[in-house]
């Protein structure tokens, strides 16, 4: 089954503890991307990737990274959590920029 | 500043009757597309508008495209219960490599 996983799916953190999400493909995408959903502001990019080691930012990477180290895994990284990223993210893929497959969410607390 | 705008931000309707919904955007596009997601999860892709077109239809969708007002609408047919959930457009800008979406539209339909 094409798919797009995320793991977690929820997350309760601390403040600076270190966290990845992972994100995976199973459709062979070249494209991949993060968003963060926040009431009141809709879906936000934070980075994007037009293929194996191959990233940019979107429009709200500030605290973030990510790597392309292979073409199926885009993982989101925040190397010191703070409150304000308290959202739900998404991660999505697709051959082009167009038609994306989004995953379930993963829903992080930092506190 | 978000590159396309919903309106209405919400909508109910009762069961067969049609559901309408505007994008408004501010930059030239290649394409734009909606999406839908039921709550809290991911999102689905709807349907895709070129730029060059004006009108397209898919199953009990119509999307209709003004490059002139930069503007297009999603329009739902004889709307069921299932159709409940929220719809964003998202464009892809003139250098086609991300996409921004709209803050969305959150339909209820009521059986």
């Known amino acids: 089954e094409a798919q797009v996983t995320q793991n977690p799916r929820y997350l309760i953190t601390v403040t600076g503890k270190k966290l990845t999400v992972t994100c995976s493909q199973n459709m062979n995408h070249e494209y991949m991307s993060w968003y963060r959903q926040d009431p009141g502001l809709g879906l936000r990019q934070i980075y994007y990737?037009?293929?194996?080691?191959?990233?940019d930012k979107g429009d709200v990477p500030e605290g973030y990274k990510v790597s392309r180290k292979e073409k199926r895994n885009f993982p989101l990284i925040l190397e010191s959590p703070s409150p304000n990223q308290t959202s739900l993210y998404f991660c999505?893929?697709?051959?082009?920029?167009?038609?994306?497959?989004f995953g379930p969410g993963t829903r992080l607390t930092v506190l | 500043s978000q590159q396309g705008e919903e309106d209405p931000q919400a909508l109910s309707i009762q069961e067969g009757e049609n559901a309408t919904m505007n994008c408004s955007y501010k930059t030239s596009i290649n394409n734009l597309q909606w999406y839908r997601q039921n709550s809290g999860r991911g999102l689905v892709h709807l349907i895709l508008i070129r730029s060059n077109e004006r009108e397209k239809h898919s199953g009990r969708l119509r999307v209709t495209l003004d490059t002139s007002k930069k503007s297009s609408s999603l329009l739902i047919t004889a709307s069921r219960a299932a159709d409940t959930a929220s719809y964003f457009c998202?464009?892809?800008?003139?250098?086609?490599?991300?996409?921004?979406f709209g803050g969305g539209t959150r339909v209820l339909v009521k059986p």
């Open positions: 998202a464009t892809d800008g003139a250098a086609g490599n991300k996409l921004t």
């Open positions: 999505a893929s697709s051959s082009t920029v167009n038609e994306q497959f």
């Open positions: 990737s037009m293929n194996v080691e191959v990233t």
